[in-house]
C-alpha cells in the first residue's frame, strides 16, 4: 500500500510582514520552487520564502480542508500558530541541510474529513 504524504505550510518573507499558506504533497520540493522564484504569484512577488510551520498529513481532504481553515484566520491567530512550533521565525528548511536533522511536524487532524463521511 502507497503512502500519501501531505503538507500544510506557512511562508512569510525576511521580514515577517506577510504569510502565504499552501498545500503540497512534496514540501521539499514546492520549498524549491518557491526559494527559486520559479512559480509567478504572490510568493515570487513578495519574496515570501521562509518557512515557519509546517503541519503533515496523510489524507488529502483533511490537508485542504485545513489548508482553507488557516487562511480564514486572522493574522494574530496565525502568528500563535507559528509560535507553536517556531518561537524564534526561524526558517526551518535551513535545518533540513544539517546531518540528521528534520524538524517534527504538526499532524494535520482527519476530524474535518471524518466529519464529512
Known amino acids: 500500500m502507497?503512502?500519501?504524504?501531505?503538507?500544510?505550510y506557512i511562508?512569510?518573507?525576511w521580514n515577517d510582514?506577510?504569510?502565504?499558506?499552501?498545500?503540497?504533497?512534496?514540501l521539499e520540493r514546492r520549498l524549491y520552487e518557491h526559494?527559486?522564484?520559479?512559480?509567478?504569484?504572490?510568493?515570487?512577488?513578495?519574496?515570501?520564502?521562509?518557512?515557519?510551520y509546517y503541519e503533515h498529513g496523510t489524507d488529502v481532504?483533511?490537508?485542504?480542508?485545513?489548508?482553507k481553515e488557516i487562511k480564514k484566520w486572522r493574522r494574530e491567530k496565525k502568528n500563535n500558530l507559528v509560535m507553536t512550533m517556531n518561537p524564534a521565525w526561524k526558517d526551518l528548511?535551513?535545518?533540513?541541510?544539517?546531518?540528521?536533522v528534520s524538524p517534527t511536524p504538526s499532524v494535520i487532524s482527519?476530524?474535518?474529513s471524518e466529519e464529512k463521511s
Open 17 to 26: 510582514t506577510v504569510m502565504y499558506i499552501g498545500m503540497t504533497n512534496n
Open 110 to 112: 482527519t476530524s474535518a
Open 35 to 52: 526559494k527559486n522564484k520559479l512559480v509567478e504569484g504572490f510568493t515570487k512577488k513578495y519574496n515570501v520564502n521562509k518557512l515557519v
Open 61 to 67: 481532504h483533511a490537508a485542504i480542508a485545513r489548508e
Open 11 to 13: 511562508l512569510t518573507n
Open 2 to 8: 502507497k503512502d500519501y504524504n501531505f503538507y500544510v
Open 93 to 100: 528548511s535551513l535545518e533540513w541541510e544539517a546531518p540528521g
